[in-house]
């Protein structure tokens, strides 16, 4: 990596500084080079980013519009707050950039049969859809704690023909359902693809779903000088593994100007431990193919993460994020379930956008420094996801069973 | 007497025109106290190699049985430092059996590189497979655990094609072990037909001797093995054995017996095979 730019990684390993790389089982190395084999040839073949804008377009719905939250910022009474909507694509968030992306990678190695893994549901939902698109078998993992309070994404996918199965091992959570999904892999290693949901796994995951959410900071950043004239100050956007902000937030990196903030999900409390906040409180390790912080104890055994949003209930983080924030270029900070439930009925209310509870805690942050800043301040934030999913989650939390 | 404890009973199987049985068991599995007491048990039982599963919360190459296992071992408190006190213990007591190290990378990671590479040594542990660190990775431990005068068990699989398998064979060293699956632990067996010419592919390609596992289960597959290979890896039917004599969850000592007797049954067909 060059040392004045911060988008340039990884290195040809996958390694953005000591972290990234490849630490998967040797049944699996020959296929993830041959994957990254393919990706290096799409990504310079125009007629690859044609079918991908293509499908951006006329089936996911972008550009996804850029909002100013006028009532919001009113509330607020500081900065101007944007939102990048991009809880308006197809599917209700910014997953299925990603998986139209991997689809067209497992066309073009002729794979037959794709699995994903889901903690929200929303990337099995976003790669059962693409699956039906382009007609082949899909198998979504996911855990069994997920698929209680993710009911409406479960039946989403079945409608769309995919096969859900139940993860029962470990914390039953998103990080069993990756495993399980490895599991499979390792198994049918010779017809199937898998679409990875976020920044993470083995290289060249992290960086080429990076590529295909990158999508969300270059709209906005057009839209954002179309409106304004310039860039903004501050973007914002919430960290499970962190796809969503990897994508707001990589054709920032280079402006120096731009504060850049993701924010984890505090849970309980960081003090509390009942969190899923790996750079705030984790220490770096290896899971699921690469190097990154994690949540773990002194064993180095891998400790059970809590968000009440389902999408951000990962004890791992991308990477680039933890590249990032030991370069300090990124702020890495966190939001509790209360104040992420706050800004979330702030936002339905306010601005008639419920928000899922995942961007819900960047939009936690969010209220929390807008207030302070000038009215010339811009912030833009990733709405990555829309709340549908999460009103049962939410219904309970008032007492009320939907 | 030359090379390392895995070099030298290699040496005398192969004086003994005989395949070896490498006997996997999780450190920890059912219960610190029990599992020391197995694992000093399974060279008497005909185990010729002992593979120690180090736990991990996130076995991602282990079936179900083997998972359980881990989760057994850790819920009864077991660590890494509580595994090479494991392998410590049993060195008391038996100086000729290897002991080879089995896991994931994370809780070695955690341990310290160093520390840990030190005090496995020290404690007499000869090597290691680390399940999740391909030879792309092979400045991360294994170079420095070779320098450390341990053994570098890598992980050949089906999917290992031939010009890869120099790269992956490299640092190699004790011996290699195929993978007769793609798959997890535990689950089918490849047919010996399969097993052959993959092992005929092997030696082409290094002098090591070959050992092979996942899938094997009884007498009669090891049996099957110990014809073509020279070491038959079990793992899981020794897991299960222990799972099925646990009362209420808790290890008994028929947990122990169990495991012994199939021990005992296997090594039995494994030496009888070329005869």
Excluded at chain 1, 19 to 32: C, Q, S
Excluded at chain 1, 162 to 179: F, I, M, P, Q, Y
Excluded at chain 2, 32 to 47: E, T
Excluded at chain 2, 58 to 72: E, L
Aim: overall charge negative; some cysteine.
């Amino acid at each position: 990596m060059t040392d004045n730019s911060y988008a340039q990684g990884p290195d040809q390993d996958g390694h953005f500084g000591m972290f990234g790389g490849r630490y998967v089982a040797e049944t699996l190395m020959p296929l993830i080079l041959d994957l990254n084999r393919t990706w290096q040839e799409a990504r310079d073949d125009p007629e690859f980013w044609d079918a991908f804008h293509g499908l951006g377009r006329d089936y996911v719905g972008r550009p996804s519009p850029l909002y100013f939250a006028e009532r919001l910022t009113r509330h607020l009474g500081g900065a101007r707050i944007y939102f990048k909507r991009d809880e308006l694509n197809h599917t209700g968030s910014h997953k299925i950039n990603n998986t139209v992306g991997q689809i067209l990678l497992a066309q073009r190695m002729g794979k037959t049969r794709i699995i994903a893994e889901t903690g929200a549901g929303q990337h099995g939902v976003a790669t059962a859809t693409v699956c039906a698109r382009f007609n082949l078998p899909c198998v979504v993992y996911m855990g069994t704690k997920d698929i209680e309070r993710q009911a409406p994404n479960v039946f989403r996918m079945k409608l769309l023909g995919a096969e859900v199965r139940h993860v029962t091992s470990g914390s039953r959570s998103l990080k069993d359902a990756l495993n399980e999904a490895l599991r499979d892999w390792v198994t049918n290693v010779d017809s199937t693809f898998y679409i990875i949901g976020t920044v993470a796994g083995p290289h060249p995951y992290p960086e080429l779903v990076r590529e295909f959410q990158a999508i969300i900071g270059r709209e906005a950043k057009e839209q954002l000088m179309a409106v304004e004239g310039r860039l903004p100050d501050t973007v914002v956007a919430c960290i499970g593994g962190g796809s969503n902000a990897m994508g707001l937030f990589h054709p920032f990196l280079d402006d120096r100007t731009v504060d850049i903030i993701g924010v984890e999900a505090a849970g309980r409390g960081i003090e509390s431990g009942e969190h899923a906040a790996s750079i705030t409180g984790g220490r770096p390790g290896v899971l699921h193919g690469n190097r990154t912080y994690l949540l773990q104890d002194d064993d180095g055994q891998i400790v059970e993460a809590h968000s009440i949003s389902a999408g951000l209930d990962y004890p791992g983080i991308g990477p680039e994020h933890a590249w990032l924030a030991d370069q300090g270029r990124v702020s890495y900070v966190s939001a509790t379930d209360d104040e992420a439930l706050e800004a979330f009925h702030l936002c339905s209310r306010l601005e008639g956008i419920i928000p899922a509870l995942e961007p819900a805690h960047a939009l936690a942050h969010v209220m929390k420094i807008a207030p302070a800043l000038p009215d010339d301040h811009i912030i833009c934030m990733n709405m990555c996801g829309r709340g549908d999913k999460d009103v049962f989650t939410v219904a309970r939390t008032q007492g009320v069973d939907l | 007497m030359t090379g390392t404890r895995i070099d030298r009973r290699f040496a005398d199987l192969a004086g003994q025109r005989r395949a070896g049985l490498a006997a996997f068991v999780t450190a920890g599995d059912p219960d610190p106290i029990l599992s020391a007491r197995l694992v000093a048990g399974l060279p008497g039982a005909g185990a010729d190699i002992i593979e120690i599963g180090m736990p991990f919360t996130d076995p991602m190459a282990d079936g179900p049985v083997i998972q359980a296992s881990s989760q057994r071992a850790l819920k009864a408190g077991m660590t890494l430092a509580g595994t090479i006190d494991l392998v410590r213990q049993v060195r008391r007591h038996d100086d000729d059996t290897p002991i080879v190290l089995m896991g994931y990378y994370n809780p070695i990671y955690s341990y310290g590189n160093d520390a840990f590479l030190e005090d496995a040594v020290d404690a007499g542990v000869d090597g290691l497979i680390l399940v999740d660190l391909p030879s792309e990775e092979d400045r991360e431990l294994c170079l420095p655990a070779v320098e450390a005068g341990l053994n570098w068990i890598r992980l050949a699989t089906p999917t290992t094609d031939s010009k890869r398998l120099p790269d992956v064979l490299a640092h190699a060293s004790g011996f290699v072990y195929y993978v007769s699956i793609t798959g997890i632990t535990g689950t089918h067996a490849a047919t010996s037909q399969t097993i052959a010419s993959a092992v005929d592919r092997l030696r082409r390609h290094t002098d090591l001797p070959v050992a092979v596992g996942f899938g094997i289960r009884n007498g009669e597959q090891a049996a099957g093995i110990a014809r073509i290979a020279d070491a038959v890896v079990v793992g899981s039917a020794f897991c299960q054995a222990v799972a099925d004599g646990l009362d209420n969850g808790k290890g008994t000592d028929a947990s122990i017996d169990n495991a012994l007797t199939l021990c005992e049954a296997i090594s039995y067909d494994v030496r009888k095979a070329r005869a």
